[in-house]
């Protein structure tokens, strides 16, 4: 079947995915695109969307979302058994906030570059990373497409959680709460394993695990991260005193984390993070439970169309 299942997540971009489909839809359809679409009308639903597609018998799905809205169509594209995930050609429409992503990949913002992108169908084989995690229920278990955060990355997204049910939404935000929450935050003990090779941090401030460069809106958190070598790429920021935040802080946002002396980088294909007490783990910009946590990288599982200068 060559018909393109589309998922459109509406509240995207703070309400942008509705606002621009119209305008989206007549360049899809003046491109010559055959395609079926659907809105996603809750959280999680992309997930559902994706795997019913594949089951339906499409094999090109379409990303209409930002960061979030691919974190959920891979995880549907995972859940799913009818074919292996490389069978699976996806695209993307950027209309996000974060867009880390596609920012990664070059993908462009305006509308009729990325369908162009799609359109010239250059194929690139991501690595993903599967992540396991503790919840109330038990162990969880999802694949990850950008970068997990332990530690300080965490408490930001509870920080941005909290401020969005405020009302405080917009590009601004996770910045503010970055910074409101650095100041605040406090290293935890932690013993990370990396291909059998075990690390004991007394005092650790933060981690990222993930194949992506880019995390919260383009601050460049794993500099060196590779999305097809088949390693994760690992940051781990050691003990960081209070007096020590506004230099980390402006190499952070410079585009400069490694000149942070107590940043050490690692890759692996097996990463674990354990604690003496549960600590909040986040995947692609979402809480989804506690320590312990354990990413494995699964090389080339995702079939991603990608701009020719990639």
């Known amino acids: 079947m060559e018909e393109w299942f589309v998922i459109v997540n509406p509240v995207s971009g703070h309400g942008r995915g509705a606002r621009e489909w119209p305008r989206i839809e007549k360049l899809l359809v003046k491109a010559g695109f055959d395609y079926t679409f659907n809105f996603s ?7 559902d969307l994706a795997d019913s597609a594949v ?7 379409m990303v209409v979302g930002g960061d979030g809205t691919m974190h959920e169509v891979l995880n549907g594209l995972y859940r799913q058994q009818e074919v292996p995930m490389s069978d699976i050609t996806v695209g993307v429409i950027p209309v996000g906030t974060g867009n880390d992503w596609v920012r990664h990949f070059g993908i462009p ?10 359109l010239e169908g250059r194929i690139f084989h991501q690595d993903i990373i599967r992540a396991r995690y503790q919840t109330s229920k038990g162990v969880g278990e999802r694949v990850v497409a950008n970068i997990a955060g332990i530690g300080l990355d965490a408490s930001v997204i509870e920080a941005v959680d909290a401020a969005e049910k405020r009302g405080r939404k917009g590009r601004w935000t996770y910045l503010w709460c970055l910074i409101k929450t650095v100041l605040t935050h406090k290293s935890q003990p932690y013993e990370v394993e ?5 690390i004991e941090y007394p005092a650790m401030f933060s981690a990222a695990v993930g194949n992506n460069r880019f995390n919260g809106g383009g601050l460049e958190q794993l500099p060196a991260a590779l999305a097809d070598d088949g390693l994760a790429e690992v940051m781990i920021l050691g003990h960081l005193r209070l007096k020590a935040v506004p230099r980390a802080l402006k190499c952070l946002l410079g585009g400069r984390i490694n000149d942070i002396p107590e940043v050490e980088n690692y890759r692996g294909r097996q990463v674990m993070f354990t604690s003496p007490q549960p600590r909040p783990v986040e995947l692609d910009g979402e809480l989804v439970g506690t320590t312990r946590a ?14 020719s200068t990639f």
């Open 109 to 118: 913002h305006d509308y009729q570059a990325a369908i162009d992108v799609i």
């Open 41 to 47: 009308s809750s959280k999680y639903e992309a997930i």
């Open 294 to 307: 354990e990413f494995e990288v699964l090389p080339a599982a995702l079939r991603v169309i990608v701009p």
């Open 194 to 198: 990396i291909d059998g090779r075990r």
């Open 55 to 61: 089951r339906m018998g499409f094999r090109k799905i």
